[in-house]
T-cell receptor
């Protein structure tokens, strides 16, 4: 068990560019979650998966954001046409099932210039 | 989604017990109460969870009120490494974080 792994750790991009982040959950964890966190705030829920099915997407998430988990293992989060307001820490977490604790990665810090 | 109320910040002396309160009066009957903490520059870390009975693990204890509308996380002997933001969360399908309590430990 190597924990939840997120790549890259840091990403700097120019406004208008597309970015993609990857999350590798703990193996056999069927739930996977994405959160966004800005300075001084708690993590904000974005979306989550049960295996490969995306079960819910936050209403705060614009159409520029898309997440996939094609084989029920790793997941990707893509942001198209990035804006400066997208600058944040993007956190991924996984859990064994719906009631079990979440295990978080250390996040991907996005800076949009 | 059940809402929670926690103090914005608390302070404690090193090596003393700390009691972190949380109100979750709208919690549903089947939601577990989860506690997480977040150290600077890290992702949140699971601390403890429970449903109705008090719970203990190597990190902390969780005391749950009989009506389940509140709970208290207990750190028995705080160290400087316990300085973090602590989040109390009723666990449903997704975990919704509030603002949490920032715990300061004084040496």
């Amino acid at each position: 068990d190597t924990g939840v792994s997120q790549n890259p750790r840091h990403k700097i991009t120019k406004r208008g560019q597309n970015v993609t982040f990857r999350c590798d959950p703990i193996s056999e964890h069927n739930r996977l979650y994405w959160y966004r966190q800005t300075l001084g705030q708690g993590p904000e829920f974005l979306t989550y998966f049960q295996n490969e099915a995306q079960l819910e997407k936050s209403r705060l998430l614009s159409d520029r954001f898309s997440a996939e988990r094609p084989k029920g293992s790793f997941s990707t989060l893509e942001i198209q046409r990035t804006e400066q307001g997208d600058s944040a820490m993007y956190l991924c977490a996984s859990s064994l099932h719906s009631n079990s604790p979440l295990h978080f990665g250390n996040g991907t810090r996005l800076t949009v210039t | 989604d059940a809402k929670t109320t926690q103090p914005n910040s608390m302070e404690s002396n090193e090596e003393e017990p700390v009691h972190l309160p949380c109100n979750h009066s709208t919690i549903s009957g089947t939601d577990y109460i989860h506690w997480y903490r977040q150290l600077p520059s890290q992702g949140p870390e699971y601390v403890i969870h429970g449903l109705t009975s008090n719970v203990n693990n190597r990190m902390a204890s969780l005391a749950i009120a009989e009506d389940r509308k509140s709970s208290t996380l207990i750190l028995h002997r705080a160290t400087l490494r316990d300085a973090a933001v602590y989040y109390c969360i009723p666990r449903d399908d997704k975990i919704i974080f509030g603002k949490g309590t920032r715990l300061h430990i004084l040496p």
